[in-house]
């Protein structure tokens, strides 16, 4: 891989945005307290930003440095291996999307949304061994769908908007 | 190029009614399924703790290692959480379970609610 400053200092900016933006959603009160994992996922949209503008590889690369900082500092183990399956899945799923060149910036992230919240069912599935819980992929959908819609919409301003370089 | 991004916005459009169409089916056929069980297993970490018969009223102070304490009500045949001093509080917010399947579940404690029927014990695989 080549060093070039530019892209480092990019990369460096879109985690930072990233976080602060994790901060932000970590300040706003739950959408729906009674269902755990509603969440609109702010800092998705310096990821898809990023997974536009700048390749997959740099998104992966931002996605994962974020995670980990964020476990770091807000999180625990646990929360990191929820927030883990979650970011693969949706990023197995957008990378699909994206490539079939079929989708928008809006149906990429939608999908990215759902997968997320099932690759977290999943996970919660693997570590509280219980299958049932599986129910809330059902109203997680829903909600997934509408989180990508939005966060989709604001990506989709930004990448037009912002000049990556 | 203005036809490509009108093809690619109702492409969108069928992926989420895919997804929608998924999800109804999904809640459909656990609607359909649903029948009422007769007792709530309760498990810590996957393992069981205990089992309440959902025929008599109860209340049971689930009382973890690290000193965390859920309290679990059975009442007319049905399981709601009363009080909890896990930090979100989604267990005592979540509504009464009484169908087979149907649990609550608070992720801090890893405590876990499960209805189940007559005979068919935990190995119905409800989600595939």
């Known amino acids: 891989m080549r060093t070039d400053t530019k892209r480092l200092t ?8 990233a976080m602060i933006l994790s901060y932000v959603e970590f300040l706003l009160p739950p959408i729906i307290s009674a269902v755990p994992g509603i969440k609109l996922g702010l800092p998705n ?26 476990a770091l500092l807000f999180g625990s183990f646990l929360t990191f291996l929820y927030s883990f399956a979650g970011a693969l899945f949706s990023f197995l799923v957008m990378l699909a999307l994206k ?23 999943i996970m919660a599935i693997i570590v509280l061994g219980t299958r049932e819980i599986g129910y809330y992929m059902i109203i997680l959908t829903f909600t997934g769908t509408l989180s990508g819609f939005l966060i989709g919409i604001l990506a989709a301003i930004m990448i037009k908007r912002v000049k990556a370089r | 190029m203005k036809n490509f991004v009108n093809k690619k916005i109702r492409n969108d459009i069928l992926l989420v ?15 359909l399924s649903a029948r009422e069980g007769s007792e709530a297993v309760i498990t ?46 989604i267990c005592v917010s979540h509504r009464p379970i009484k169908n087979v399947g149907e649990t609550i579940v608070c992720l801090p404690h890893k405590v876990v609610v499960t209805i189940e029927g007559e005979g068919s014990g935990s190995d119905v695989d409800i989600i595939s």
């Open chain 1, 10 to 17: 990019l990369l460096g900016l879109s985690v930072a945005l």
């Open chain 1, 45 to 70: 949209v310096i990821i898809l930003y990023v997974f536009f503008k700048s390749g997959e590889v740099d998104a992966a690369l931002v996605s994962a440095v974020r995670l980990f900082l964020s």
């Open chain 1, 99 to 121: 490539k079939s060149k079929l989708f928008s910036t809006v149906g990429v992230s939608i999908g990215g949304g759902v997968f997320h919240n099932l690759g977290q069912i």
């Open chain 2, 17 to 31: 009614l895919v997804i929608i169409s998924l999800a109804l089916i999904a809640f459909l056929v656990f609607k």
């Open chain 2, 44 to 89: 810590v970490d996957g393992n069981t703790y205990a089992t309440l018969p959902l025929s008599e009223n109860a209340t049971l102070t689930v009382t973890l290692e690290n000193g965390g304490e859920n309290t679990v009500t059975v009442k007319g045949g049905e399981v709601f959480v009363t009080s909890a001093d896990c930090p979100d509080k």
